[in-house]
């Protein structure tokens, strides 16, 4: 007969530790709520809208990109 879950999921804890790693929590947005497709798209056109706005975002990407050496190193 296998050992209860409780016992499986205790053992699988402590290796997990003795290898020296701790369990973390961490809590997402649910995907699954009515409205979550909705808000994506709004908090989007916010972004895009003062990404619009902002006439220096573009130098300042070039800038960057230009310094991770992704510009013309193909």
Same mark, same amino acid.
């Given at each position: 007969?296998?050992?209860?879950?409780?016992q499986r999921v205790q053992?699988? @804890?402590d $290796?997990?530790?003795?290898a020296g790693l701790r369990p973390v929590?961490?809590?997402v947005p649910d995907t699954r709520q009515p409205g979550f497709?909705?808000?994506?798209? @709004?908090? $989007?056109?916010?972004v895009a809208l003062a990404d619009a706005s902002d006439p220096d975002l573009d130098a300042f990407m070039d800038a960057a990109l230009a310094d991770m050496g992704g510009e013309g190193d193909a």
């Open positions: 007969m296998p050992a209860p879950i409780n053992k699988h @804890r $290796a997990m530790r003795a929590q961490i809590w497709a909705a808000e994506c798209r @709004r908090q $989007a056109r916010l």
